[in-house]
């Protein structure tokens, strides 16, 4: 039985009681996810919103990726952020398959690193760098939460490595993906841009997270253009949904 402790409103009363408790536990303290696919996983409490450690962040979501990547498969975690959706895709595809996990804010890497430390993954990878449509260094500035950072116009951040997901796929260090999961808090229409060779090569399913209707739009316009087949995810329509299912035609 999934019980969505996360679906409670913060802002309700009973929202407000349930997390109360949640204040008092010390954020560096390990537990054992207690529900959904990665039931057992080891997880450091503060990383991330508490949803995570009580398994029910973004759980259709979870569904939904299940239900995609099979064992020996390649996955690429774009944004991989602390790795929740890592070692999700790290248990999914199994000692055969491998998984890339790409990030760039240093501290959100260390929790990353951490979180496949502590699960003893053999089978998981770490770019630290930010993907866009060229090479080279950018600014990063951090959002109001780790979850929230982003590649900056202006120079009001601090640098990152850039790369291009072509890049990745040049000196055949990585192995190719048979699905990307990515969430760049805006970044995606530069990826995608940056990544026309390994669309059209390998063909790997999508599942993207979009910021904002212009950047929706946008990402729609040059899927579809590089041939693939578009909807919003879990059957959504593609219109009220920020989150993409993307499928070579």
């Not at 790290?90 to 890339?100: A, H, K, N």
């Not at 996990?101 to 990878?125: G, K, M, S, W, Y």
């Not at 190719?176 to 990826?191: C, F, H, R, S, Y």
Request: glycine share 10%.
């Amino acid at each position: 039985m999934h019980l969505n402790l996360s679906g409670v409103r913060s802002n309700s009363l009973p929202g407000r009681l349930l997390r109360l408790p949640l204040a008092l536990l010390p954020a560096d303290t390990t537990v054992a996810i207690l529900q959904g696919p990665l039931r057992g996983a080891r997880w450091v409490i503060g990383s991330s919103t508490h949803g995570c450690w009580l398994g029910s962040y973004e759980y259709e979501k979870q569904r939904i990726f299940s239900e995609l990547v099979r064992p020996g498969q390649v996955v690429w975690d774009v944004g991989a952020n602390v790795g929740f959706y890592t070692l999700l895709a790290s248990r999914l595809v199994g000692p055969t398959g491998q998984v890339v996990a790409i990030e760039p804010l240093p501290a959100n890497v260390t929790l990353l690193r951490r979180h496949i430390q502590i699960n003893f993954l053999r089978n998981v990878a770490v770019v630290e760098a930010a993907v866009a449509d060229r090479l080279g260094e950018g600014s990063f500035k951090a959002g109001e939460n780790s979850s929230t950072g982003s590649l900056s116009d202006q120079q009001d951040g601090f640098r990152v490595r850039l790369v291009t997901l072509d890049s990745l796929i040049a000196d055949n260090a990585l192995p190719l993906p048979n699905l990307i999961k990515m969430d760049i808090e805006g970044g995606e229409v530069t990826a995608i841009l940056g990544a026309s060779k390994l669309l059209s090569s390998q063909r790997p399913i999508l599942l993207l997270a979009t910021h904002g209707a212009e950047l929706h739009a946008a990402c729609v316009k040059h899927l579809k253009d590089d041939g693939y087949s578009v909807e919003g995810l879990g059957g959504r329509d593609l219109q009220e949904t920020d989150e993409l299912l993307a499928r070579p035609r």
